[in-house]
């Protein structure tokens, strides 16, 4: 109940932020600024392998563009003033409310990477698929980045598979 309540929450909101974009004002990422990465997943919960793996993809895309070039923020579950893992990467704890949540920060970012291994999969409750895949439709509606890297699909409800159909096909 809650699971759909809150898919259907995420949805208005990336159709109501696709609406807003189109009446433009946003500014769009120049070359020379700092690349602006939201990596989206559970992490920071003491769960070595979801936090390394995190930490390496921050690594990797940070090798890319280049270390100075990189403005990584990343979700973290746990207390975000303890710092084990990623670095400089700028440690966002996320509300529970998070449709409003995303709606916020996911504008300030040039792109979202979804980073969660599950990102795409039903598997105990749809909440955390909701929130990577609201969290990339956002980002498409407002004409960022929009990456699942380290991302697994696997069996989904009809309504999480209905949401990555609509918001996660141009991704």
């Not at 009446?23 to 602006?36: A, I, M, T, V, Y």
């Not at 993809?57 to 280049?66: A, E, F, P, T």
């Not at 449709?99 to 105990?124: M, Q, W």
């Not at 749809?126 to 407002?142: E, T």
Request: hydrophobic share 40%.
């Amino acid at each position: 109940m809650v699971d759909s309540w809150m898919m259907d929450w995420m949805s208005r909101t990336i159709e109501r932020a696709r609406l807003d974009s189109l009446s433009g004002g946003r500014e769009d990422h120049q070359p020379g600024e700092q690349l602006k990465l939201l990596f989206a997943g559970y992490n920071g919960a003491y769960n070595m392998g979801a936090d390394v793996r995190v930490e390496e993809m921050i690594r990797q895309v940070s090798h890319l563009v280049g270390p100075d070039r990189l403005d990584a923020s990343v979700f973290r579950y746990e207390d975000p003033r303890v710092n084990y893992y990623f670095g400089d990467a700028r440690k966002l704890q996320p509300q529970v409310l998070f449709p409003r949540y995303l709606n916020r920060i996911v504008p300030e970012h040039d792109g979202v990477i979804a980073c969660e291994g599950s990102t795409f999969k039903s598997k105990f409750t749809d909440l955390l698929s909701a929130l990577m895949v609201g969290a990339m439709g956002l980002a498409y509606a407002y004409d960022r980045l929009s990456v699942a890297y380290g991302a697994e699909a696997g069996d989904m409800t009809p309504e999480l598979n209905e949401m990555v159909t609509k918001y996660c096909r141009d991704s």
